[in-house]
């Protein structure tokens, strides 16, 4: 696969020329079962909310405790899917970077292939291990040596999914909690392996500020530089490494430029999330997007443009057009004319949804 990959970009229907992904979302969720990541309510009136499906006399409610409702983790309907995809399409996009992966996630790799097929949209699979949130240490990842992990990214990359014939096109959401265990270390050195051996990229998930609420902003910095090291340590490529939600990590500008300096890439990906209004996902500190805007036209001003990534990450059905949610085209339609009136140029535009992604995703010169 040496001589296949490199400089290509993978997406679930084959190999495609890194120029043919155009303007790209880098960091979304198409078809996902994420039961094991149910919030348990206390609250007895909750109770029958948590099993009700997703409908508009819940809404209200769902909005403001999205992971407690178990309807409203399951995307699995691919018509749905298909349909609002197409929003996206129809505002300009063409790429779709799917990073479900975990042993328990729904990850469907014949679905992604239906919809890659039914929207004519690029769509880029991953692979991976995200068992942050439900613990890594009662996980099938426990058992597992950094070899065995590492063999199963490669394959997935170079062979396929299963017996599906489908192959990822990057590693990642790498899932990472507070404090580092030696199975999530584990997990990282076998994802730098995996990344040298196949020149792909590699998205990291780092513990969120809620997880961490109980400790210090330096703790919580200081720990993402933990797993930059880890990775760097294990002969990770730093500037194939991105980082996921540095704007719901609250990140303070010093820590974001300390962070792009490392050469990873700093990945804007909850546009149109503020989970300030979630108990449950309670970062008060969490931008909106004009605050993004901001936050990205500082760290451009510093020189950091070709290190930047934006996208949504939709995860949930209330974050869908159909269910009143911003959904998939929010970047396209929303946030760029937000960008326009901030001064941004098109120019500097085009480097953060078409440039950026581009060179992330094609697949590097392998290593031994």
């Known amino acids: 696969m040496k001589g296949e990959l490199t400089g290509k970009a993978q997406t679930v229907l084959g190999l495609i020329d890194a120029d043919s992904l155009g303007v790209t979302l880098p960091h979304e969720h198409l078809l996902k079962a ?21 409908s508009l006399g819940n809404l209200n409610w769902v909005r403001h405790h999205y992971a407690r409702n178990l309807d409203n983790l399951q995307l699995q309907d691919e018509q749905m899917m298909i349909d609002e995809a197409m929003f996206y399409k129809k505002a300009g996009g063409d790429t779709i970077v799917e990073l479900t992966c975990g042993s328990n996630s729904g990850r469907n790799p014949l679905g992604l292939v239906r919809i890659a097929r039914a929207t004519e949209l690029n769509i880029i699979m991953s692979t991976g291990f995200f068992e942050a949130f439900t613990g890594y240490e009662v996980s099938s990842v426990a058992g597992r040596t950094e070899e065995d992990l590492t063999e199963h990214m490669v394959r997935e990359i170079t062979v396929g999914v299963t017996d599906t014939g489908v192959r990822a096109g990057i590693i990642g959401e790498i899932g990472m909690a507070w404090p580092l265990s030696e199975i999530m270390r584990r997990v990282l050195r076998s994802s730098a392996r995996a990344q040298r051996y196949t020149g792909a990229a590699l998205n990291i998930h780092p513990p969120l500020r809620a997880s961490t609420s109980l400790h210090r902003q330096k703790d919580h910095e200081d720990v993402v530089m933990e797993i930059i090291k880890t ?7 730093l500037s194939r490494i991105v980082i996921s939600h540095v704007d719901i990590c609250c990140f303070t500008p010093t820590f974001r430029r300390r962070l792009a300096e490392t050469g ?25 997007d004009v605050q993004r805007i901001n936050d990205i036209i500082q760290l451009i001003d510093d020189g950091y443009l070709s290190q930047i990534l934006l996208s949504c990450d939709h995860w949930t059905k209330h974050m869908l057009r159909r269910y009143g949610g911003w959904g998939y085209d929010h970047i396209l339609t929303t946030v760029v004319p937000l960008m326009r009136r901030k001064g941004m ?20 010169p392998m290593k031994e």
């Open 34 to 54: 994420a039961k094991d990541l149910l919030v348990k309510s206390s609250e007895a009136d909750e109770l029958e909310l948590v099993y009700q499906p997703v």
């Open 231 to 237: 990775l760097d340590d294990a002969g990770a490529e």
């Open 264 to 288: 990873c890439y700093l990945e804007y990906d909850c546009f149109g999330v503020e989970s300030s209004l979630d108990p449950d996902f309670c970062v008060l500190d969490t931008p909106n």
């Open 345 to 364: 140029s098109d120019e500097q535009i085009h480097t953060l949804l078409v440039e950026n992604p581009k060179r992330v995703l094609s697949f590097a």
